[in-house]
């Protein structure tokens, strides 16, 4: 047989280039790609603003590819990154959640669109540049599994892959630090070895999601309305529900004498709820949208540890089902902001079991 043939999704970043060499260096036949998502001539030009996948992007894998002697290609998911990823993120917004479009990007385009792409001209795997690593439970499930730093651990926004999709892919950097990465970058020669990381959504390089929004969805924006208390009381008025986000203490513009956050949006009634810095802690969420990793179902309860965003350290808390794809989670310490919309993923010893999206700290 032949060498194992992968397509390693090339972002024009140090990581994607180090798993591709690292690859290579394995014995692998390596194929570098890089996603063409950008919308128009504008968007494709938001890489000069730090943004990924745009055309300087495009042009610094293919340098990579050339110091590598790997062919390189574009593949276009325009379509698809539009539909699973820029239109996802404005309605979540408009129904008053708060999305989480980098593990939409992951679940239905970097894997979804480019493994189907990618086993369509003969690949065995698909590789991206994530801190994670591939994991087989006991039970023979495949499961993706903290990195070697927890520091740019990325396990968090790769709970929502499926057993498919891990079974046909690879992660080399997940057992390296990124000091180790850019090391390995600068002695293999990469020209992206210092490349500074991005650290914003790529389709809004200039940070501000509400005008992205007014832009995208027009009248459909909500209007101004009300800050309330939990009770009611109205404390004065809001730019529109899409400028917000629970746990939020900037940029309300509130004179109330105390420190005011956001705990909780409205939208049927078009209101924010605003309290205090202990109003923002709670013990109990349900999520939905369930995706099993390295656990195939969820019989009984079960004590996991559990992360609500990305920079979460995580927190010990019992599981239990309540629907058929509603799950409780019961923290055995408050957390900080539960936020509707975003992921809440669980682990256990290092190994992702599944996660879902938060529904809020009630069920509907």
Excluded at 27 to 36: E, K, L, P, R, W
Excluded at 84 to 94: N, S, T
Excluded at 190 to 210: G, N, R, T, W
Excluded at 343 to 354: P, Q
Aim: charged share 25%.
């Amino acid at each position: 047989m032949g060498r194992k043939k992968v397509v390693v999704g090339m972002s024009g970043g140090v990581d994607s280039s180090v798993a591709a060499y690292l690859l290579k260096e394995q014995g692998y036949d390596v194929i570098g790609a890089t996603m063409q998502i950008w919308q128009d001539e504008e968007r494709g030009m938001a890489e000069e603003n730090g943004g990924c996948c745009g055309y300087s992007a495009v042009e610094d894998a293919r340098r990579v590819a050339g110091v590598l002697d790997i062919p390189h290609y574009v593949m276009n998911f325009r379509e698809e990154f539009k539909c699973r990823v820029m239109d996802y993120f404005v309605e979540e917004y408009l129904a008053g959640r708060t999305p989480n479009p980098c593990i939409a990007c992951n679940r239905y385009v970097k894997w979804e669109s480019m493994l189907r792409r990618s086993l369509e001209i003969g690949a065995d795997y698909i590789a991206t540049g994530h801190y994670a690593r591939i994991a087989r439970t006991a039970e023979g499930r495949y499961a993706v599994r903290t990195s070697a730093t927890a520091k740019k651990d990325q396990t968090y926004a790769l709970y929502n892959l499926t057993q498919e999709q891990l079974a046909h892919t690879l992660m080399p950097v997940g057992e390296y630090t990124k000091d180790e990465i850019r090391r390995i970058a600068e002695q293999a020669g990469l020209p992206v070895a210092h490349k500074p990381d991005s650290q914003e959504i790529c389709f809004i390089p200039d940070h501000d999601y509400a005008a992205y929004i007014d832009r995208a969805a027009g009248e459909r924006v909500p209007p101004a309305g009300n800050f309330v208390t939990k009770d009611g009381e109205v404390l004065g008025r809001h730019l529109g529900l899409t400028h917000y986000t629970v746990g939020q203490r900037k940029g309300l513009h509130l004179a109330l004498g105390r420190p005011a956050f956001v705990t909780e949006i409205r939208p049927d009634t078009n209101e924010v709820v605003i309290g205090g810095a202990e109003d923002v802690f709670g013990d109990t969420l349900y999520c939905d949208h369930i995706n099993y990793m390295g656990m195939a179902d969820l019989p009984a309860r079960r004590e996991v540890t559990a992360k609500i965003r990305y920079a979460h350290a995580g927190e010990q808390c019992t599981i239990e089902k309540v629907e058929e794809d509603v799950i409780r989670c019961t923290f055995h310490r408050p957390v900080r902001a539960i936020t509707p919309g975003q992921a809440v993923v669980f682990y256990e010893d290092g190994v992702v079991l599944g996660g879902g999206c938060i529904i809020g700290q009630h069920r509907r």
